[in-house]
């Protein structure tokens, strides 16, 4: 161990106790340290997230908290774990499709939830135990599913990635339009008109065809939640049967 209670060699944080060394009852604990932090994230995005916060905001010096929290890395892996205790894992219903799609929107509302959370999402920081609860709840629920359970946790690991993909785009389109000096709708207006002058020319054909079928044009009033629901139900209905 070295000064300050950081590990010397490798360590998981889960393996560690609530506090090192002896002493008192500690003062604080693992809940209300991550609770911090995700409130600090949460408000102001993961880049505000320092020990030094952190510890002003539990009411102890940052050097007292690295003996709770040895790296900013360990923070982190609670901080996902915390957010991951948010899930409603109800019964499997046996239709594995239909759970895994209730499952990435709830996946989905964490992520708008807690923005940061897309950017730490990773073999790295999901091993907690809320998140290896998550994990094996989604293996229950894709227990119909004939198929070697590695490549059920590829499935469950590409279903969070097109989440995390598609929650970042909804993220990006949001700030973007708080950044605008005008309005949306505006902004919008321009971009479509813009984009209809481009089509009529006839040099996009098969553009034309799908926008004018319906196809999607971000941040043109779509419901994203529909394109989301479509998006997961083909990548599980792509799965093997």
Not at 90 to 98: C, E, H, I, K, L
């Amino acid at each position: 161990m070295t000064a300050g209670g950081r590990p010397a060699e490798p360590e998981v944080i889960w393996s560690r106790p609530q506090r090192a060394g002896r002493g008192p009852r500690p003062a604080h604990s693992r809940d209300s340290i991550a609770a911090e932090a995700v409130r600090i994230a949460d408000a102001e995005g993961i880049e505000a997230v320092s020990m030094r916060r952190v510890a002003a905001g539990i009411g102890a010096g940052t050097m007292s908290l690295y003996n709770y929290v040895p790296r900013k890395e360990d923070l982190y892996e609670l901080m996902v774990d915390t957010v991951s205790g948010e899930y409603e894992l109800t019964p499997a219903t046996g239709d594995w499709r239909a759970d895994q799609l209730a499952l990435a929107r709830q996946t989905r509302a964490l992520m708008h939830r807690h923005p940061w959370l897309p950017r730490l999402l990773s073999p790295v920081y999901g091993f907690g135990p809320n998140a290896l609860r998550y994990l094996e709840y989604s293996l229950e629920c894709l227990a119909p599913l004939d198929a070697p359970d590695a490549e059920k946790l590829e499935l469950v690991a590409a279903v969070n990635g097109t989440v995390a993909t598609y929650v970042a785009g909804e993220l990006a389109l949001a700030e973007r339009a708080r950044a605008l000096p005008w309005s949306e709708a505006e902004e919008q207006g321009v971009r479509s008109a813009w984009l209809g002058s481009r089509l009529a020319t006839g040099e996009y054909p098969r553009l034309a065809a799908a926008l004018a079928g319906g196809g999607p044009v971000p941040g043109a009033g779509l419901d994203m939640a529909a394109v989301f629901d479509r998006s997961v139900s083909r990548l599980l209905g792509a799965w093997a049967t």
